[in-house]
């Protein structure tokens, strides 16, 4: 079907000065920014989905009209000084452009008829008023923070400075982006200790950081592609993180947090939205067995080591706890559990896990082997366990527990039912799946994600989905996960912190939400990264947002926001720029944010993004880059010197945030208890 174009125009409500307006394109699963400029359109690639556009950057006294709809070619208000969000349903897949008008303050929306999407996007550096360093020594106020007489030391330089009448005077490391780093040369005792408001995760994606053991690079016959291999497993592992463990000690790191390693289906579905590359569960999200570590992945050996040599380098680990969902069918699961759900004349190898696509055809058209109205389906996972399109099974709904994200299997967390496991799975080589009387689905996946804490001590999970399971099940699995950690810590003889929940609620800001209230420590925080262009380009920048952090955990005090720079979700912020200096000025801005923050494995170096074919996201997931340039080296030593100050001092996270004025600088304290600190921003200098 030839479509026409269409416009939709957005308007301001009133004449508004607009500073880089944003625009976020997100869908229920994964969102993007991108720069909205009045020079060129914004060409994207949309799938056939639904879509939440949100227009920022607007400034002004506009305000947008209640209760806005996208109407193709009829005007929208936009709100100055804060969100707008539009609903966009896209029912073909193809390239829509965003162009803005700076001088009539609108936003036009437009199928495009031929591909003209670029491959890739570099955000110009956000244009802001900044300090200016000229060189030089620097005198810096430091308010009543530390009496006179007290010596101090930059933790960037190592410069040794003594306090007289109330400041300190010294020279910034060049390399440091303009910031000293102050801290006591002989620190105040304190029984301060850890606290997980400071804390600094590590995130690694197993199969793609580093293969320490290629022998099960192909576990269950999984194949790569010969090509770019944008979905294939690339043979990370437990040992490859073992391996490392010195090199994230050497990041400030206080906690890993490990990709699920649980069993994954063993064969492919079809990746992007025209199947253009055969895409497996190398991230982990697509579970067959909960109870099992996937071989491409290691074994309890493995984990066990790793548990155990993490903490004896002080060092916690959170599995990804994965309760939404299970994986998808796919071709090679189907005939290792003897489903027969394939149609007769279903064109297959002898080996079903060796099907590629043939003339005409696309990594989707396995599915035209599959038989999805048959009766068999009943013996898959069953109707008492997931919801699905699928005979005799309950069909998605659209709310946020009984919906299907991107059309996997909804679990019936919320059932009473008592049920039994399907056959395949109690029959699954080495399982720990056993059937259990009077057990629901949730009682069931409790018990799987528990025995883990159980068996290998686990300090804490990443909560993956959280606003798509009932608040009743979190609670419930963080009373099982903090009574197996205490089980396993009396067996072994150890002490420790309480068990630590970490949650994914989709598109959550640093607020404390009724989540916090079912069991959850802290909840991801997902304005920080926008956030962190303009703080990349001026630190200062960073000040409102530092002073909104600090009086909510002030305030709030079982609240713990988790900022991130770089997600398997969103982007790599290295991507937006692709410049080293603004690489180290975002570190800057968060890792002396208040509150935890989550560090993507990478961030660190500048690791930017690989082949993602028609589906972004997997770019975000290249490989970890071990043998690093010039510029990779330089910014690598920069965030170790950030991140050890940080760990030394709770304060940072942790503490009162106080600022100090100034002129010509942004400077201010934390303090927590004996904990003190000082942080100056003393201005830009040229790259």
Known sequence: MKLNAITLTLLLSSAAAVAEPNLTISTTTNSRDFPLSAEQPLVVPLVKDTYTLKVTGLEGNCQAQDDQRIKFNQPISLNCGKATELPLKILFSGDYSFAFDASANTLTFKREPKKVAKSEFKRPVPQVECEVYAGGEVSVNLGDTFADGTELRDAYSGQIVTVKNGAVSLTPAASSGGLLLLEPVTPAKSDAGFDYRNANIYFVMVDRFHNADPSNDNSYGRKKDGKEEVGTFHGGDLKGVIAKL????????????????????????????????????????????????????????????????????????????????????????????????????????????????????????????????????????????????????????????????????????????????????????????????????????????????????????????????????????????????EEWRKANGKTGEPFWMMGEVWGHSAYRSPYFDDGFDALINFDMQKKLDKGA???????????????????????????????????????????YAMQRNAANALLLSPGAVQVYYGDEIGRNIGPYADDFHQGTRSDMVWTLNDEQQGLLKHWQTVAKFRQAHPAIGAGVHQVIEQEGAYVFSRTKGDDKVVVAFVGRTEK
């Open 537 to 579: 380009a001026c630190f200062s920048q960073m000040a409102d947002t530092y002073q909104d952090y600090a009086n909510t955990i002030a305030k709030e005090k079982d609240f713990n926001p988790v900022s991130y720079m770089s997600s398997h979700d969103t982007e790599l912020f290295f991507s937006r720029f692709k410049d």
């Open 246 to 485: 010195d090199y994230i000690q050497s990041l400030g790191t206080d906690a890993i947090w490990l990709s699920p390693i649980v069993e994954q289906v063993h064969g492919f579905v079809g990746g992007g939205d025209s199947g253009s590359f055969p895409f497996y569960a190398y991230h982990g999200y697509w579970t067959r067995d909960f109870t099992k570590i996937d071989q491409n992945f290691g074994n309890d050996a493995d984990l066990k080591t790793l548990v155990d040599e993490a903490h004896k380098r002080g060092i916690k680990v959170l599995l990804d706890a994965v309760i939404n969902h299970s994986g998808y069918s796919t071709l090679a699961d189907l005939q290792f559990d003897g489903l027969n759900v394939i149609k007769p004349e279903g064109q297959l190898p002898t080996k079903w896990a060796d099907w590629q696509p043939q003339a005409g055809q696309n990594w989707h058209s396995y599915h035209q082997a599959i038989d999805y109205q048959s009766q068999n389906w009943r013996q898959w996972w069953g109707p008492d366990w997931v919801r699905t399109g699928l005979p005799g099974y309950q069909a998605p709904g659209s709310s946020d527990i009984t919906m299907s994200l991107a059309g996997l299997p909804d679990f019936i967390t919320e059932s009473t039912k008592s049920v039994t496991p399907p056959a395949w799975l109690l029959n699954n080589p080495g399982t720990r799946v056993v059937a259990r009387e009077n057990y629901s689905v949730a009682d069931y996946l409790i018990e799987w994600q528990s025995d883990w804490v159980k068996r290998f001590g686990i300090d804490g999970y990443r909560v993956d989905t959280v606003k798509h399971v009932e608040g009743e099940v979190w609670q419930r699995l963080k009373k099982a996960g903090s009574e197996r950690l």
